[in-house]
C-alpha cells in the first residue's frame, strides 16, 4: 500500500502569513488522486481539496493545492484564527486509499 | 444538508462483537458507495471498509478482512459494519463516510461528508 509521510509535524504561524503543507507518496499516486481534510478538536474530518488541486465548494480560495507524482502541497495562502486544526492528506489512486499521520496548523 | 449519524459504539471484552450503524440523510442514499474509517490517536486515520450503491461491490481493509462485515439497507438509508473478535488494536473512533462521487466503485474515491463518529473501546 503507498505510505503518505506529512511535514512538518506541526506547523505554528501567526495571522496573515502563508502555511504550506507538505505530503509525499512512497510511490507514484495514479492520477493526483490526493485529498485533504481538515479536522478541528471534537469534529469530523471535512474535505478540503480533491483531484490533488480541486478545491472543496465550503472553503474559501486561500486554500489550494498541488502537486504531481509523489509530492503534494497544500498552501493555506494567509492564515486565519479559524484555520486552526489538523490537516491529513489521502490518496485514492491505489486501493487501499491510505492516509497521512496529519500536520497540525497552530495560530500564534 | 448530508448528514450521517453513527450509533453502537461500545466497551466491550477482547473476542466480543459489535455491530455499529449509521444513518444518513440529505442525499440520495442509495446513489452513493459508503465507507467505515477509524480513527486512533496512535495511528490516525485508517479506511477500514468501504460497500458500493447497491451492494454488490464490498471492500476491506487488511485489518478488517475476515473479521469485520460491511452492509447497507437502502431502504432505511442505512449503513452497518459487523465487527466480530474484537482486538485492543480495535479501539478507535468509527466513522460513517460518504463517497464524493455517484455511482462510484467503492475500491477508490475521496469522501466528501463525514459523522460524528462513534466510540469503540476493546478491553478487559
Known amino acids: 500500500e503507498i505510505v503518505l509521510t506529512q511535514s512538518p509535524g506541526t506547523l505554528s504561524l501567526s495571522p496573515g502569513e502563508r502555511a504550506t503543507l507538505s505530503c509525499r507518496a512512497s510511490q507514484s499516486v495514479s492520477s493526483n488522486y490526493i485529498a485533504w481534510y481538515q479536522q478541528k478538536p471534537g469534529q469530523a474530518p471535512r474535505l478540503v481539496v480533491y483531484g490533488a488541486s480541486s478545491g472543496a465548494a465550503v472553503f474559501p480560495d486561500r486554500f489550494s493545492g498541488s502537486g504531481s507524482g509523489t509530492d503534494f502541497t497544500l498552501t493555506i495562502s494567509r492564515l486565519e484564527p479559524e484555520d486552526s486544526a489538523v490537516y491529513y492528506c489521502q490518496q485514492y489512486g491505489s486501493p487501499p486509499r491510505t492516509f497521512g499521520q496529519g500536520t497540525k496548523v497552530e495560530i500564534k | ?124
Open chain 2, 1 to 124: 444538508e448530508v448528514q450521517l449519524v453513527e450509533s453502537g459504539g461500545a466497551l466491550v471484552q477482547p473476542g466480543r462483537s459489535l455491530r455499529l450503524s449509521c444513518t444518513a440523510s440529505g442525499f440520495t442514499f442509495d446513489d452513493y458507495a459508503m465507507h467505515w474509517v477509524r480513527q486512533t490517536p496512535g495511528k490516525g486515520l485508517e479506511w477500514v471498509a468501504g460497500i458500493g450503491w447497491n451492494g454488490d461491490s464490498i471492500y476491506y481493509a487488511d485489518s478488517a478482512k475476515g473479521r469485520f462485515t460491511i452492509s447497507r439497507d437502502n431502504m432505511k438509508k442505512s449503513l452497518f459494519v459487523e465487527m466480530k473478535s474484537l482486538r485492543p488494536e480495535d479501539t478507535a473512533l468509527y466513522f460513517c463516510a460518504k463517497d464524493a462521487l455517484r455511482w462510484n466503485t467503492p475500491e477508490n474515491g475521496y469522501l466528501d461528508s463525514w459523522g460524528q463518529g462513534t466510540l469503540v473501546t476493546v478491553s478487559s
